[in-house]
C-alpha cells in the first residue's frame, strides 16, 4: 500500500506539538537531528520536514497528501488544499500594534499609515473589510523593530503572551485573526489515501477528545446521588457502585475540560467528596 506523506516543520513552533500528536496516535517514527524524511515502522506513514511557508504549496500540488500548519499560513497562501482538522495547538493571533505613546483612538488611526508585516494577504483583506486605506510593506521577519527604525507606523504580526511587543516599546491594538495549527489535505487524494487519512483522523479525534475530558471519580451519600447524577452526563451516563460503608456509593463519570472547576463546585456543593480526577488518555465515542 501507498504511503501516506505529511508534511510537517522541520524546526519551529508547530514540530514538537506536531510529531507529538503522532505519537500520542501510536504512530511510531524516528526523527533523528537535521533528517529530512522519516518512514514511520507501524503505520503507512512517511513525514516530510519542511519550512512552514512551503507546506500549503506542496500539499496544494499533492507532493505531500497532508501538511500541519497555522491557519495564518494557510489563509496568506491561500493555497487550494482542504482544512480536515483543528488541531487545538500553536494558538496564537495575528494582531496590529503600535508605539505605546500612541494614543490609539481606533481602526482609523492607520489611515494614510504605513503598516509592515509578513502576513500582506491576511492584512489587506482586513483593513478593506474596515474600510481603512494603509501602504502594506511586506518584511519577512523582525517586523515588531519596524516602528523603531523608521519603516512603519505600525505592525501586524504574531502574537501569543504580549512580551516581544512590550520589549520593543509597541502595544497590542486590533486583533486581525485568531489562529491554531491545523491540518490541510490534497483536494485529488485517492481512495487508498483517503482511508489511511480517515484512520489518522479517527486516532487523533480519540486523542484531542481525551484531552478535553478527565475521569472523575468521587464518594457521596445515595440522598444525594440523582443530584450528581444530573450533574455527571457521563459518555452514556455514570458508573454507581456502593461502597462498603452503609449508605455510600462511589460515582464514575467523564466530565468536560469547559468550566472544570465550576463543575467541581456544583460537585461539592450537591455533596460530593473524596473527588479523584484522572488523565484520560484516549476516548473513543
Ligand atoms: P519556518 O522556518 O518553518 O518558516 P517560521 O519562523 O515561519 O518557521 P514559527 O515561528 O516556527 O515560523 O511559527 C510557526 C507557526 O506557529 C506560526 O505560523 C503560527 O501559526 C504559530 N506561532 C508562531 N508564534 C507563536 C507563538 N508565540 N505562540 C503560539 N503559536 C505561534
Ligand atoms: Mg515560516
Redesign the pocket.
Known sequence: MSNLKVAV???????EDSLKLFKECGIKFNNGAKKLKAQSSNFPIEFLF????DIPGYVEDGIADIGI?????QDEYQKEVDVVKHLGF???RLSLAVPREVDYSGIQYFEGKNLATSYPTILKNYLKDQGVNAEVHMIS?SVEIAPGIGLAEGICD????GSTLLSNGLKEVETVMK???VMVAYKQMSDDKKALLDQLIFRINSVLEGKNNKYVLLNAPNASLDRIIDLLPGMRSPTVLPLAQEGWSSIHSVINEDDFWGNIEKLREAGAEGILVVPIEKMIQ
Not at 9 to 15: D, H, T
Not at 158 to 161: E, G, H, K, L, R
Open positions: 516543520q522541520k524546526s519551529g513552533r508547530l514540530s519542511l519550512r512552514d511557508d500548519v497555522g491557519q495564518n499560513v500553536s494558538k496564537c521577519g504574531i502574537v501569543s503572551s489562529s491554531e495549527a
